[in-house]
């Protein structure tokens, strides 16, 4: 059997709302050179009669018993063969022009590590919600990885080879290892974003960000830290004095610390871009707006 161009792992625990529908957006993309791994994680609804109901060659389906999230990604990412991987959340939709648009980016810069896309957002209804802003440069993306996770973990199209070199999803990152993945992979190489939202990203009542929104933020300040300190060249003192500036609403923050952070945080930044620079402008205005003029 010859390798897929494309591996996508979707990890589905009683996901039978929107499964099919998610499914079956992967399944009728223009591009149709990829293997669909779907692992259920001990489903105890209709998930494996909706699974059963599929005659796609393509499609391979893996029961677990019930694990934590993190162990049945990394189980699905080692029985993905092709050299380009994607996660795809049970409950998300791709655009049917979606792989082949990254599969052309991919084409077009043969160096890189990692394509994404700009996506919108829907909530339990399928409703539309406010769009995702997403930054172009790697210079932004590392920038925001900073103090937030900038970009939909389904849109992200890696390498494999590179997510096995930087350790894959950290068992030690429940509930935010797609951030934490995130960081490591931007660090490992260049990254391209195509600007059209190819995703609808589903934010609903029982996602995770959700249901464990006090765990969730806990590991995700610890990680934004950690990539202040590592993308700026910062001690830990640094790298957490740099986030709460950044996570700080722009007309709240202190001139002053926002001064030290441009002077003293962003010259180490170690990817520069143009984009960068008018995010910063931007940011810088909103300060001076609000301390009236940059006095305090």
Same mark, same amino acid.
């Given at each position: !059997?010859?390798?897929?161009?494309? &591996?996508?792992?979707?990890?589905?625990?009683?996901?039978?709302?929107?499964?099919?529908?998610?499914?079956?957006?992967?399944?009728?993309?223009?591009?149709?050179?990829?293997?669909?791994?779907?692992?259920?994680?001990?489903?105890?609804?209709?998930? =494996?009669?909706?699974?059963? &109901?599929?005659?796609?060659?393509?499609?391979?389906?893996?029961?677990?018993?019930?694990?934590?999230?993190?162990?049945?990604?990394?189980?699905? !990412?080692?029985?993905?063969?092709?050299?380009?991987?994607?996660?795809?959340?049970?409950?998300?939709? &791709?655009?049917?022009?979606?792989?082949?648009?990254?599969?052309?980016?991919?084409?077009?810069? =043969?160096?890189?590590?990692?394509?994404?896309?700009?996506?919108? !957002?829907?909530?339990?209804?399928?409703?539309?919600?406010?769009?995702?802003?997403?930054?172009?440069?790697?210079?932004?993306?590392?920038?925001?990885?900073?103090?937030?996770?900038?970009?939909?973990?389904?849109?992200?199209?890696?390498?494999?080879?590179?997510?096995?070199?930087?350790?894959?999803?950290?068992?030690?990152?429940?509930?935010?290892?797609?951030?934490?993945?995130?960081?490591?992979?931007?660090?490992?190489?260049?990254?391209?974003?195509?600007?059209?939202?190819?995703?609808?990203?589903?934010?609903?009542?029982?996602?995770?960000? %959700?249901?464990?929104?006090?765990?969730?933020?806990?590991?995700?300040?610890?990680?934004?830290?950690?990539?202040?300190?590592?993308?700026?060249?910062?001690?830990?003192?640094?790298?957490? %004095?740099?986030?709460?500036?950044?996570?700080?609403? =722009?007309? *709240?923050?202190?001139?002053?610390?926002?001064?030290?952070?441009?002077?003293?945080?962003? =010259?180490?930044? %170690?990817? *520069? &871009?143009?984009?960068?620079?008018?995010?910063?402008?931007?940011?810088?205005?909103?300060?001076?707006?609000?301390? $009236? $003029?940059?006095?305090?």
């Amino acid at each position: !059997m010859n390798e897929p161009k494309i &591996s996508v792992v979707m990890p589905v625990w009683n996901g039978e709302r929107y499964l099919r529908e998610t499914v079956n957006s992967v399944l009728a993309q223009s591009f149709g050179d990829f293997e669909l791994i779907i692992v259920d994680d001990g489903s105890t609804d209709s998930t =494996p009669a909706i699974l059963s &109901s599929y005659q796609d060659r393509r499609l391979r389906v893996f029961r677990l018993d019930h694990l934590d999230l993190v162990g049945v990604l990394r189980y699905g !990412m080692a029985l993905a063969r092709a050299e380009w991987v994607t996660r795809h959340d049970a409950d998300d939709i &791709s655009h049917p022009l979606r792989f082949e648009k990254q599969w052309r980016a991919i084409q077009q810069r =043969p160096s890189v590590v990692l394509v994404y896309t700009d996506f919108e !957002m829907i909530g339990e209804a399928g409703h539309m919600q406010d769009p995702g802003r997403f930054p172009r440069s790697r210079a932004l993306v590392a920038m925001k990885l900073c103090y937030l996770n900038p970009l939909a973990q389904s849109t992200l199209l890696f390498r494999r080879t590179v997510y096995e070199q930087v350790g894959g999803y950290d068992p030690r990152e429940i509930r935010a290892e797609d951030y934490s993945l995130l960081g490591k992979l931007v660090e490992a190489g260049d990254c391209i974003g195509v600007v059209e939202p190819l995703l609808r990203y589903r934010v609903h009542a029982a996602s995770d960000s %959700r249901t464990k929104a006090a765990l969730v933020r806990q590991h995700a300040t610890e990680i934004a830290i950690r990539h202040s300190c590592q993308f700026m060249q910062l001690s830990e003192e640094e790298g957490t %004095r740099a986030f709460g500036v950044l996570a700080m609403a =722009p007309e *709240k923050r202190v001139w002053s610390e926002w001064f030290w952070f441009l002077r003293h945080c962003v =010259p180490r930044l %170690r990817w *520069k &871009s143009a984009e960068l620079y008018t995010w910063l402008g931007w940011q810088t205005l909103k300060v001076l707006r609000s301390n $009236g $003029g940059g006095g305090s």
